[in-house]
């Protein structure tokens, strides 16, 4: 008998690849997704194979789900600031609501759930690089707070059903991670700077771009998750490349790595936009024997592979958002 996982999210970027890598597991696969920020079109090529089934629903309705399921990957969540901006009562219901039908469906099915939490918990962070016991540093009612107060809800009715109902939960705190079918209109800084790079458009730095970030390549990323789940650790792990880097030195590797010749134009810093931003992974290392392997070039080329092979109406779908606007003063 395959084991059957429910994923959540599942038209989205991480959720698509993780559908992707259960399928190949040999697992029966549920994809579910509302489709307010996810496209069918990452999924499409899983339609014919008949250990996978879509079914198109919004998580913070009651989740119904009939025979068995052995495990829940919560990955539904509007994830870029500006889905904040444009949807943030579904960012704040899909981290609770959600996350609390989902902890029901678990409990009732007695499967095993991990839920994607976000370095996002650690806010603006004050310790660097941030590890687990770090308490985080959140703006709760600024622009990012509906998503990340939702996620450190999220964190606590995880640990809450398992501790009081005594159900398998499984917490990743996920750090930025690329790769193909990343949207290119959502306005984080791959897709941006990969848009404007092929649209020949000059790259748009946010501040003076001495803002930090680490990357990780969707396939490190996948597999680390996939790790803890089938661990047996249920406090939060980081899953992320400690590898940082400024956003303007990326900005001029994204050139060179192009070929464009694009200039860099600055733009005013968004919002409690964290400073610096770096997994201490020390911790998923030693549970779970895992580390990034991809590097940066190679992630990188795979991704601008992937934004190339984009129509040119796909392309332009994708202008540019511009965040100065939104700027709470
Ligand atoms: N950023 C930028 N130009 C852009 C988009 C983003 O300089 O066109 C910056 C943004 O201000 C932030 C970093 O890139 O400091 C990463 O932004 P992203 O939205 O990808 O993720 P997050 O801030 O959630 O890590």
């Not at 992707?20 to 499409?44: A, H, P, Q």
């Not at 902890?103 to 996002?120: C, F, M, Q, V």
Request: charged share 25%; net charge neutral.
């Amino acid at each position: 008998m395959k084991k059957r996982v429910l994923i959540t999210g599942a038209a989205g970027f991480l959720g698509s690849h993780l559908c992707d890598k259960f399928i190949l597991e040999g697992y029966e696969v549920i994809g579910m997704d509302n489709l307010i920020t996810g496209d069918l079109k990452n999924i499409e090529h899983l339609f014919k194979n008949s250990d996978f089934e879509f079914y198109h629903h919004d998580v913070s309705k009651f989740v119904h789900v009939s025979g068995t399921l052995d495990y829940i990957l919560h990955f539904a969540s509007p994830a870029s600031p500006i889905d904040y901006l444009k949807i943030p009562i579904q960012t704040l219901k899909v981290g609770s609501l959600g996350t609390h039908n989902l902890l029901g469906l678990a409990k009732e099915k007695n499967a095993r759930i991990l839920i994607a939490s976000t370095s996002e918990v650690y806010g603006d962070p004050l310790v660097h690089p941030q590890t687990e016991e770090y308490y985080g540093n959140v703006n709760t009612i600024g622009p990012r707070g509906v998503y990340d107060e939702a996620k450190r809800f999220q964190e606590s009715i995880t640990m809450a059903y398992h501790r009081f109902h005594g159900i398998e939960t499984r917490i990743a705190r996920i750090f930025n991670t690329y790769g193909p079918r990343m949207r290119l209109n959502d306005g984080r800084v791959i897709p941006a700077f990969m848009g404007q790079a092929l649209r020949g458009e000059d790259l748009t730095v946010f501040g003076d771009g001495s803002q930090t970030r680490s990357f990780c390549y969707v396939e490190d990323e996948i597999e680390g998750l996939y790790r803890l789940l089938l661990s047996d650790y249920s406090l939060p792990v980081n899953i992320g490349n400690p590898l940082e880097i400024s956003i303007l030195d990326f900005a001029e590797e994204i050139i060179k790595l192009t070929g464009t010749n694009q200039k860099i134009i600055f733009k005013p810093l968004p919002k409690d936009d964290p400073m610096q931003r770096q997994p201490d992974i020390t911790k998923a290392k030693k549970i779970l024997g895992w580390e990034p392997k991809i590097s940066r070039a190679e992630g990188m080329k795979k991704t601008f592979d992937y934004f190339k092979s984009l129509t040119p109406e796909e392309l332009l779908k994708s202008e540019h958002k511009d965040f100065s606007k939104h700027i709470i003063k």
